[in-house]
Nanobody, 130 residues
Framework: PVRLVASGGGSVQSGIYLKLACTNSGYTYRSNCMAWFRQRPGKGREKVAAIYTGGRPQTWHSDSLAGRFTISQDKTNDTLYLEIDSTRPDDTALYIC??????????????????????WGQGTQVTVSS
């Protein structure tokens, strides 16, 4: 099966830069739609960013996160990244990656917007202290 493994989290001080990574350690799966979500303590899952790497590449980022988050993919090692600038205590959350192969960027956006992906990882915990 596809097995997504997220890494790069930890306990950090407010204001630092973090780069999270997500790789597939299981069955080789050629996906073109990948996303990050997060779940903060006591809250529901929240969309963070998504990337479509098909014929018309596109990225989307949550408006509420004010430009501090950047999603990218390194195709040479098939790794998905999430960069977080100027971490804040309210960024404390379990960060979860998800992936699926879809036919176009519109469906990728819909998957992200609805939180409806075929494959999900377990996540990496980020704890930010002030």
């Amino acid at each position: 099966p596809v097995r997504l493994v997220a890494s790069g989290g930890g306990s950090v001080q407010s204001g630092i830069y973090l780069k999270l990574a997500c790789t597939n350690s299981g069955y080789t799966y050629r996906s073109n739609c990948m996303a990050w979500f997060r779940q903060r303590p006591g809250k529901g899952r929240e969309k963070v960013a998504a990337i479509y790497t098909g014929g018309r590449p596109q990225t989307w980022h949550s408006d509420s996160l004010a430009g501090r988050f950047t999603i990218s993919q390194d195709k040479t090692n098939d790794t998905l990244y999430l960069e977080i600038d100027s971490t804040r205590p309210d960024d404390t959350a379990l960060y979860i990656c998800a992936t699926e192969a879809v036919p176009n960027n519109g469906l990728c956006y819909a998957r992200w917007n609805q939180g409806d992906f075929r494959y999900w990882g377990q996540g990496t915990q980020v704890t930010v202290s002030s």
